[in-house]
């Protein structure tokens, strides 16, 4: 078991630059999800960690040690491809035993590291058979038992459910999450796959073009997102964002855009411009006439199953509305939303960070009047 640190990490490939003064500290038993877009940078900081990319300038340390001018073999971490990399010609023993014969390990060991990582991934029926003859869902499980063998302090994972098919995917998650729990070593696994992260992680870092966004709970990542790009990119359809005014009248703090109107909390505030979300979730219809209010048209309803998402004109944005099916308007008709207040969350247009406001509880932001909180 280890803690990883990444500090000042920064990668560039000529003119792009795929991480940008990268800080992530991993702790001792974690799952850490690295959660971004494509091309936002994970596989590159991932491979930075198990040492098979060079950063262009910052240090890693795995444990106690500066693992940065060490080779992969030498970092004591293993890595989990998403194309699992498997030797095709060997057969899942063989593959499972690989790390340990190059290490030359004594026979015996390697026997009993073998058996024991096959009866922990259910693989004993199945050690004499080639790759090929195996079901995605066994692959990647091979792919995990090789590097189980080596009894690493971490674990690296490449998107390694990225080739199975929904329902083994979601099967598989709760397979590493149990697996997670009971090896408690530390875990950093990457994906752009938001429900991948929420069910598995214990933190999620989210990175957007080579910079970290927010690093947090999967539960305060969804509840507090610390900037419009999370607030957008994690979620289902993800936030609402309404450009909108934030002002005083008669000693109240309103935000106003066509449309919409809330009053926040009672003070001052000069006026300033500030970006309002609101998860389409939390929308309802508005029968009590109180409290924030948006008014638009449903201009389309789509079936998701058990819920339906409505999508609203209000002003010149178009809102998200997510509720239990049948949410019971159709394209046409004008509707009326509202929301708890609590729900309703403030961002900064320039710098895109939330803004702080009644009981936010990321007190080190900056607040709607732009002091320091
Ligand atoms: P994906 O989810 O698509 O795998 P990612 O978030 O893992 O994306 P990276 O593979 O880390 O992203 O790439 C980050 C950026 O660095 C991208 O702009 C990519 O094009 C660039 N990049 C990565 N590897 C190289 C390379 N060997 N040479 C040049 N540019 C590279």
New binding site residues.
């Given amino acids: 078991m280890a803690r990883i640190a990444v500090e000042g990490v920064t990668k560039r ?2 003119q ?1 630059v ?1 991480l940008d003064a990268v800080d992530l500290s991993v702790d001792d038993g974690e799952f850490l999800v690295l959660l ?10 991932l491979r930075i960690v198990a040492g098979l990319v060079e950063p262009t300038a910052g240090r890693v340390v795995v444990g106690d040690r500066d693992v940065t001018a060490l080779p992969p073999r030498a970092r004591d971490v293993a890595m989990v491809f998403q194309s699992y990399a498997l030797y095709p010609h060997l057969s899942v023993e063989r593959n499972l035993a690989f790390g340990l014969r190059v290490w030359r390990r004594p026979k015996q060991e390697i026997a009993h590291r073998v058996g024991e990582v096959a009866g922990q991934l259910a693989l004993d029926a199945l050690l004499s058979r080639r790759p090929k003859q195996l079901s995605g869902g066994q692959r990647q499980r091979v792919a995990l038992g090789r590097a189980m063998v080596r009894d690493p302090l971490a674990f690296l994972m490449d ?1 390694p459910l990225s080739n199975l098919d929904a329902q083994l995917r979601t099967a598989t998650r709760l397979e590493l999450a149990a697996l997670h729990r009971r090896l408690g070593t530390t875990f950093v696994h ?1 994906t ?1 796959d938001q429900i991948e992260a929420m069910t598995m992680a214990t933190r999620i870092a989210v ?1 957007n073009g ?1 910079r970290l966004e927010q690093v947090g709970t999967p539960a305060d990542v969804y509840d507090w997102p610390a900037t419009t790009f999370v607030a957008r990119f994690v979620g289902a359809p993800g936030m609402n964002l309404l450009e909108a005014t934030a002002l005083s009248r008669d000693g109240v703090v309103r935000v106003v855009a066509d449309g919409f109107d809330a009053a926040l909390e009672r003070g001052h505030l000069a006026a300033r411009p500030v970006l309002v979300g609101v998860r389409p979730e939390r929308l309802r219809l508005d029968t009590a006439m109180s409290g924030p209010r948006c008014t638009g048209r449903v201009v389309a309803v789509e079936n998701v199953g058990s819920e339906e998402v409505a999508l609203v004109r209000c002003g010149p944005a178009n809102l998200s509305w997510r509720g239990p099916r049948p949410l019971g308007v159709r394209p046409g008709d004008d509707v009326r939303l509202t929301t708890d207040r609590a729900h309703l969350h403030l961002f900064d247009p320039a710098s895109t960070r939330r803004l702080v406001w009644v009981d936010d509880p990321l007190a080190a932001r900056p607040n709607l009047a732009g002091a320091r909180a």
């Fill in positions: 490939y000529g792009t795929a971004g877009p494509s091309g936002c940078g994970k596989t590159t900081l998107e990457v752009h990175l080579g």
